[in-house]
């Protein structure tokens, strides 16, 4: 046992050595063994494209809107005043807030005074009836004495002729004829001055029943009261305060404040979207006019737009416009693909994966939106982010905007 511990060592030492002597000489025998037990390499991966989210220009139905705001106001104000004086006012039938149709009565007042009046009137109106009857009595009595005398002098005009009668009797039957149909002549006139005096006292009766009337204060047009000084008791002057205020129809426009630039391109008919913090949603309206003048103190123009009836809308409320200057088709890209590049606008074109930057004029801006008037084409791919990521000439592989958030998630800074 001994034995065979001391040659396995004197064993090993004779192999490495018989190992050493049967190898090539020199070290760069040794090399093709060293590389035959390394495995070859893998050849070395092409560097990875950024990807960059990209948008396509398509046809998108802008709308150019101008904000404004204002107060509500009436489209026409009808101020009643009553159209007798001194009378006084008797009872009081309508209420600010009342709808009131054209001819409804608002108030009546005291009708006494013009009652005793028109009592009057008929008596004188009775008197010149009497006249007129006495006037064509007259007449008929001087009608037939003129025809008379006429006879009379024709015949002693005969006679004188004849020589029967002095011709100073027949001048003097003659002169009586004359002065009988004079006679005639003034009982007509005065039957005309008499029916005279009945067509004065007919047109005071008639101004006296029209006065009578209007002791009934009517509305003059249908409409919306806003405003009531009428009191019972007070004595009615178109002098004194406005016995009703009225809104025609009940119509209500928005006089909305508009900066100069804004004044010019707001014109009457366009569209609007009236919106208040107690409406639940907006009101639609049109431009009724623009006023053809700018505050010279505030540099700000006014533009009047008609609201609908049916909205909640009353005098002094404040709202707020949005009007539609603009509607049209354009091609759209997102607001943010368009940059500057030396003062004019930009967007970084995608074609077969190369970035081009291309001058382009913009149109309508709406929302996160904007049209394109002319430098692309229906289709053409724009980096959704122009300045962020990328430069005129870069590769990226393109990742549509709506290829969803793990996809966007990609894009590298």
């Not at 005309?192 to 009578?212: F, M, P, S, T, Y």
């Not at 009225?246 to 008919?269: H, I, N, Q, S, T």
């Not at 309206?285 to 003048?293: C, H, Q, S, T």
């Amino acid at each position: 046992m001994s034995l065979l511990r001391t040659l396995l060592p004197a064993a090993a030492v004779a192999g490495v050595i018989l190992a050493l002597a049967a190898a090539p000489a020199g070290p760069e025998a040794a090399v093709p063994a060293a590389e035959a037990a390394v495995p070859a390499t893998a050849a070395a991966p092409a560097p990875a494209l950024p990807a960059i989210t990209v948008s396509a220009a398509a046809p998108v139905l802008l709308r150019d809107r101008i904000i404004a705001s204002g107060l509500v106001e009436a489209v026409e104000e009808v101020r009643v005043q009553p159209l007798v004086e001194g009378q006084r006012v008797e009872a009081v039938l309508a209420e600010i807030g009342d709808r009131v149709a054209e001819g409804e009565v608002l108030a009546r007042l005291s009708t006494a005074t013009l009652e005793l009046q028109l009592s009057q009137l008929a008596a004188s109106r009775a008197a010149a009836g009497a006249q007129i009857a006495q006037a064509e009595a007259s007449l008929a009595q001087t009608t037939a004495s003129a025809e008379e005398a006429e006879r009379v002098a024709a015949r002693a005009e005969r006679l004188a002729a004849e020589g029967n009668v002095p011709r100073a009797q027949a001048e003097q039957a003659t002169a009586g004829a004359v002065a009988a149909r004079a006679a005639v002549r003034v009982a007509a006139q005065g039957i005309e001055a008499a029916r005279a005096q009945l067509g004065v006292v007919d047109a005071q009766i008639a101004n006296a029943r029209l006065q009578l009337a209007r002791t009934e204060v009517k509305a003059p047009v249908a409409g919306l009261v806003v405003a009531r000084n009428a009191v019972v008791g007070a004595i009615a002057s178109g002098a004194g305060p406005t016995m009703f205020t009225l809104v025609r129809d009940g119509a209500m426009e928005l006089r909305a404040e508009l900066a100069e630039p804004d004044r010019l391109r707001v014109l009457p008919g366009q569209g609007a979207n009236l919106s208040s913090a107690g409406w639940p949603q907006p009101v639609a309206g049109k431009v009724r006019l623009v006023e053809p003048a700018i505050d010279p103190q505030t540099r700000l123009g006014f533009a009047r737009i008609t609201i609908d009836p049916a909205a909640p809308a009353v005098l002094g409320m404040f709202l707020a416009a949005e009007i539609v200057v603009a509607e049209e088709e354009q091609l759209a890209v997102p607001v943010t693909a368009v940059g500057s590049d030396s003062g004019r606008a930009s967007v970084m074109r995608v074609r077969e994966g190369v970035v081009e930057r291309v001058a382009v004029t913009t149109g309508i801006r709406e929302g996160g939106m904007i049209g394109i008037v002319a430098g692309l084409a229906a289709g053409d791919l724009v980096v959704t982010r122009a300045a962020a990521f990328v430069r005129d000439g870069d590769h990226i592989r393109p990742v549509p905007a709506t290829a969803g958030p793990a996809a966007q998630a990609e894009e590298a800074p």
